[in-house]
C-alpha cells in the first residue's frame, strides 16, 4: 500500500467517523467502565498509526511534539545521572516514554479535526463520562450527593476527593464553554433545548460536586480562573476601560461574599489557621503535619535534592525517595506518603529545571497557537485556554496530578480541543504544500 493510498484511508469519512467515535467513546468510558474504554482507547491508538505515518515529517516539525522527544531524552540523561549521583536507588533502565501519558492528546486532535462542533462534542461526552463514573463507582450515588449536600465531603470514590474535585472544576470551565457555544451544537431547537437543559444540569454538578469535595486546591484554583476571567475576557475583547474594569472588581468581590457564606467553605479554610500561622511566620521547623503542613514539610524537604541536581534532576523514582530517606519526616508520614503533592517540584527533583522548562513551554505554545486558529473564534479558544490552562497550573501546585492516571485522563481532553485547529490548519498547509 503506497502512501496516498493510506493517506486516502485516513480521510475517508467513514474511517473519520469511526475514529472521532472511538475518542469520543475513550471520553465517556476511560474513566468510568475503563473495560470499555480501554477497546475504544486502542482503537484510536491503533487507527492513528496510518495518521503518524503519513504526516511523519510535519509531525516532527511541531513544537509539541518536539517537546515531547526533548523531555523523553530529559527522562535518559535525569536516568543516568542518577546512576552517578544515588547508584543505591537508581532503576535498571530508564522509562524514556514516560511523559507519553500527558502528549498522546496531538492523536485525539488530529481526529477533532479542527471542527468546532466536534471540539463541543467531544467535551461533552467527557462531561457524560465524569456523570457516568460518578454514578458507577460510587456505593450510593443519590446518598453520597445528599451526603454533600449535608456539609460532608464526598469524593463518589473517583480515586479520593481532590482527584474527583480536580476534574470536576475542569468540566465546569468546560461546561460554561460548551454552553456559551450552544449554536454551534446545532440552531434546531429540538435539538438546541435538550442540549442546553443537559450541559446546565451537567455544570451544576460539577460545581455542586467541586463543592462538596471540600478540596481547597479546587476552590483556590476557580478562584484564580473567577479573578482573571473577566480582565482576560476584556482584554482580549479590547474593551479594558474604567466601567468594564470597575464591573469585573464588583463581580469579583460580589462572588467573594456569595463564596464566603457557605460554612462548609467557611470550616475548611478555618481547619488550617494554626499551620498558616507557622508558615508566615517562618516557623518552619515545627510546621503541624496537616494536610497543608504535610504538603509543604514535604517542599522543604525537596530543597537539597534539588540543590543537588537543579538542572536535570535525579530521576523518576526521586519523588519518593525525598520522602522515604528523610531524617526529619516522621516514619508514620513515610508509611502514609510516597509522592510530594506538588506536579512542578515532583518534575524538579525528577527531571530538572529544564524538564518542568519544557512542560511550560508545551502549555504556553498552546495557548499562543490559539491565536492562530482558523476555524475557531480567536477571542473564544483563546479566553478558554488560558482559563483552563491556569487551572491546570495553579492545582498542580498542592496535587501531583501530571503523573496521576486522572489528571493524564483530563488534560489530554482538555488539550485535544484547544490544539486542534492549529494542528489542523498546520498539516493540512503542509500537505498542500507537499501536493505542489
Given amino acids: 500500500m503506497n502512501e496516498n493510498k493510506i493517506n486516502n484511508l485516513i ?37 492513528s498509526i496510518p495518521f503518524i505515518y ?69 467535551w461533552f461526552c467527557a462531561l457524560i463520562g465524569f456523570l457516568l463514573a460518578c454514578i458507577v463507582k460510587s456505593d450510593a450515588f443519590i446518598h453520597e450527593f445528599v451526603l454533600g449536600l449535608n456539609g460532608q465531603r464526598i469524593d463518589y470514590n473517583v480515586h479520593n476527593a481532590q482527584h474527583t474535585g480536580m476534574i470536576s472544576g475542569f468540566l465546569f470551565l468546560i461546561s460554561l464553554y460548551l454552553l456559551a457555544n450552544i449554536n454551534h451544537f446545532s440552531r434546531r431547537l429540538s435539538i438546541k433545548i435538550p442540549l442546553l437543559i443537559s ?50 472588581i464588583m463581580f469579583i468581590f460580589s462572588s467573594l461574599f456569595i463564596l464566603s457564606q ?29 494536610s497543608i503542613g504535610i504538603r509543604v514539610n514535604f517542599w522543604l524537604e525537596s530543597i537539597p535534592w534539588i540543590e543537588e541536581s537543579p538542572i536535570i534532576g535525579v530521576g523518576e523514582d526521586a519523588r519518593e525517595l525525598v520522602i522515604s530517606e ?33 512542560i511550560y513551554f508545551a502549555y504556553f505554545w498552546i495557548i499562543k497557537t490559539a491565536i492562530k486558529s482558523e476555524h475557531i473564534n480567536y477571542n473564544d479558544i483563546m479566553f478558554i485556554s488560558i482559563l483552563l490552562i491556569t487551572y491546570w497550573l495553579v492545582i498542580n501546585n498542592f496535587e501531583s496530578f501530571f503523573f496521576w492516571k486522572s489528571g493524564e485522563y483530563i488534560i489530554n481532553i482538555v488539550l485535544a480541543g484547544l490544539y486542534t485547529s492549529y494542528l489542523h490548519s498546520t498539516l493540512y498547509y503542509s500537505g498542500n504544500n507537499n501536493d505542489s
Fill in 11 to 47: 480521510v475517508n469519512k467513514t474511517f473519520l467517523n469511526l475514529m472521532f467515535v472511538s475518542i469520543c467513546g475513550a471520553a465517556i468510558f476511560k474513566y468510568s467502565i475503563r473495560e470499555v474504554g480501554d477497546i475504544f482507547q486502542t482503537l484510536f491508538f491503533l487507527g
Fill in 262 to 290: 457557605n460554612q462548609v467553605i467557611e470550616n475548611r479554610i478555618n481547619s488550617e489557621s494554626n499551620t498558616l500561622q507557622a508558615i508566615t511566620h517562618g516557623n518552619y521547623q515545627h510546621i503541624p503535619y496537616t
Fill in 54 to 122: 503519513v504526516h511523519r515529517k510535519s509531525l516532527m516539525k511541531d513544537k509539541i511534539v518536539i517537546s515531547f522527544f526533548l523531555l523523553s531524552f530529559i527522562t535518559l540523561l535525569s536516568w543516568i545521572n542518577s546512576l552517578y549521583k544515588i547508584p543505591e536507588f537508581a532503576k535498571d533502565t530508564p522509562n524514556i516514554f514516560k511523559f507519553f501519558n500527558i502528549f498522546y492528546f496531538i492523536i485525539i486532535a488530529f481526529w477533532l479535526g479542527g471542527n468546532q462542533r466536534k471540539i463541543l462534542i467531544y
Fill in 326 to 358: 528523610s531524617p526529619r519526616l516522621p516514619q508514620w508520614v513515610k508509611n502514609k506518603f510516597w509522592h510530594l503533592h506538588n506536579s512542578h517540584i515532583e518534575t524538579i527533583v525528577s527531571y530538572g529545571f529544564i524538564g518542568l522548562f519544557i
Fill in 199 to 248: 450541559i446546565t444540569t451537567l455544570s451544576l454538578f460539577c460545581l455542586s460536586t467541586a463543592i462538596f469535595s471540600q478540596s481547597r486546591q479546587v476552590w483556590l484554583s476557580l478562584f484564580i480562573v473567577l479573578i482573571i476571567s473577566p480582565f482576560v475576557y476584556l482584554y482580549l475583547k479590547n474593551k479594558i476601560n474604567i466601567k468594564s474594569i470597575t464591573l469585573s
